[in-house]
């Protein structure tokens, strides 16, 4: 089955530097993966779609990277900030279609101090 | 505006007993999904719906019975709760394939289930 590992359970940085996260899987590679933020108390929120085909994919102060070949996705947030405190969770389709195949890691817990 | 809403958002129950989940989205979408996130965070799929047809059913205990009664609506009944049920359990829905963002998934905020 299906492993998704995200590096830590929590990572503490400087307010401004960058926090990076770290989703690796193994067995088969998926048609494409997501991120996702869950602040406490309330459900995930999507953020960002990269596919099997895509390097990398922006969003404003975001970035993911996928690399099929090391199995692994990096999810960058730049010049962070306290309100980017939360749990960030990476998700995993295998194959076409709908959500139906969608696997989630078990999160990392980002806190932006001050 | 509510894009998935579900209630109850606190149901705290004694062992044995049967309780249900509503859960319905506005978002004109044709997958409804019911996820359980546990003590640990987990966020593991139980069952989905796609046009009122189970397509997913997860090895979730024959307790649990999702039920459809039409594609904005997908409501969770539990018979004989136990101890181990005690989680948070989130309703999604998304778009099925061929959508430009096929997939990405829309939650609820959540329904903390207590058994005592």
């Not at chain 1, 996928?66 to 998700?91: G, M, R, V």
């Not at chain 2, 796609?50 to 997860?58: A, R």
Request: aromatic share 10%.
């Amino acid at each position: 089955s299906q492993k998704i590992e995200q590096n830590s359970e929590a990572l503490n940085i400087q307010e401004g530097k960058t926090a990076t996260l770290t989703c690796n899987y193994t067995n088969y590679s998926p048609a494409y993966l997501q991120w996702y933020r869950q602040d406490p108390g309330r459900g995930p929120v999507f953020l960002l779609l990269i596919r099997e085909n895509e390097k990398e994919k922006r969003k404003e102060r975001l970035k993911v990277t996928f690399d099929t070949t090391l199995k692994q996705s990096l999810f960058h947030i730049t010049a962070s900030q306290p309100a980017d405190s939360a749990t960030y969770l990476c998700a995993l389709r295998r194959g076409r279609g709908g959500a139906n195949n969608l696997f989630f890691g078990t999160g990392t817990r980002l806190t932006v101090i001050p | 505006d509510t894009a998935v809403s579900q209630t109850p958002k606190y149901l705290v129950t004694q062992m044995g007993n049967d309780k249900s989940i509503k859960c319905e989205q506005n978002l004109g979408h044709d997958t409804m999904y019911w996820y359980k996130q546990d003590s640990k965070k987990f966020l593991k799929i139980m069952f989905s719906y796609n046009n009122k047809e189970l397509i997913i059913n997860e090895t979730v205990p024959n307790r649990f019975s999702p039920k459809s009664p039409d594609k904005a609506h997908l409501n969770l009944h539990i018979n004989s709760l136990e101890l181990g049920d005690s989680a948070v359990y989130f309703c999604a829905s998304s778009l099925s394939s061929g959508r430009a963002v096929a997939g990405e998934l829309f939650f609820g905020e959540g329904s903390r289930l207590t058994v005592l």
